[in-house]
């Protein structure tokens, strides 16, 4: 079982940028695919990106391709989100989560751990 922390929300004017971090405990963090999703007040949770436990192939949400990057660093059993140009619409709490093998990185369901969530908001 994976354990996993964020950190690194805050508030942020348009146009600016934050990086989210995720930290994960566990042996086995190496083996998942490591998602992030978002769910803003009244809305689903979303999907924003997934990285393969590799790192080799990278998946992005329509909404936040060019703008967001996702990576990690197994040898921290860390996983990042870098947000740039920031946009009004992005405010959410942002969850990172962990991804078995054969799972879909866009269904939530398929998803064997998650974080508690970190907040950002974005002011206009």
């Known amino acids: 079982q994976v354990q ?14 934050l990086r989210l971090s995720c930290a994960a405990s ?3 963090f190496r083996r998942f695919g ?3 999703f978002r769910q803003a007040p009244g809305k689903e949770r979303e999907f924003v990106a997934v990285l393969t436990w590799s790192g080799s192939s ?3 949400a329509d909404s936040v391709k060019g703008r967001f990057t996702i990576s990690r ?10 947000m740039n140009s ?8 942002y969850y990172c989560a962990a991804l078995p093998s054969g799972g879909y990185y866009r ?3 398929d998803y ?11 002011s206009s």
């Not at 660093?73 to 870098?82: E, G």
């Not at 920031?86 to 709490?93: M, Q, S």
């Open 26 to 28: 566990g042996r086995t």
């Open 34 to 36: 490591m998602g992030w």
């Open 58 to 60: 990278t998946y992005y």
């Open 107 to 109: 269904e939530p369901r």
């Open 73 to 82: 660093d197994n040898a921290k059993n860390t996983v990042y989100l870098q």
């Open 86 to 93: 920031l946009k009004p619409e992005d405010t959410a709490v």
């Open 4 to 17: 996993l922390v964020e950190s690194g929300g805050g508030l942020v004017q348009a146009g600016g940028s």
């Open 112 to 122: 064997d751990a998650w974080g508690q969530g970190t907040q950002v908001t974005v």
